[in-house]
């Protein structure tokens, strides 16, 4: 039986690489039985900027709200972004800033060094383009765009296993290399 696989493109353009990864994904899970759905952050409508911190409620925009029901919806996540500056793109961190709130994602509890984790029962997979080796970005760089995501947000909430699959350099790559990323990512979504 079919999982509900929810996509998250966090590059700001739909014709990326990422985009391209995002695209295979979503084909490919739906293909193997999946039911699925796509968020694209560059074409949703919101503040990437949470104003006042965790101060002042900030309204949620109709693109923010429908996307936590997506993620509700969701047993398994596929987030695909490429890695900037060694982290997430702005794109994406404003999105969870916004998104991932207390009381949808978390909830802290008097008294406990830890939150209560609100959207356990989910697993997650990180498809991340880099312009950096991956060997390079794992052993040198020690991956903060991917331990952030994974750890620091990801399973903070509750969402495990999260899987990692990284693709570069992308800077200078091939038809021929990218073919064989695609097939990859295509692998990756039949076995979600």
Known sequence: MGKRILVVLGHPSNDSFCGAIGDAYLAAAALAGHEVRQLRL????????LRHGYSVVQPLEADLLEAQALIQWAEHLCFVYPIWWGGVPALLKGFLDRSFLPGFAFKYKAGAAFPEQLLKGRSAQMLVTMDTP????????????????RTTTLEFCGIKPVRTAAFGPILGSTEKQRAAWLERVRANAAAA
């Open 134 to 149: 991956p060997w390079y970005f794992k052993w040198v760089y020690r991956m903060p765009g991917v331990r952030q995501m």
């Open 42 to 49: 560059g074409g949703l409508d919101f503040d990437p900027i």
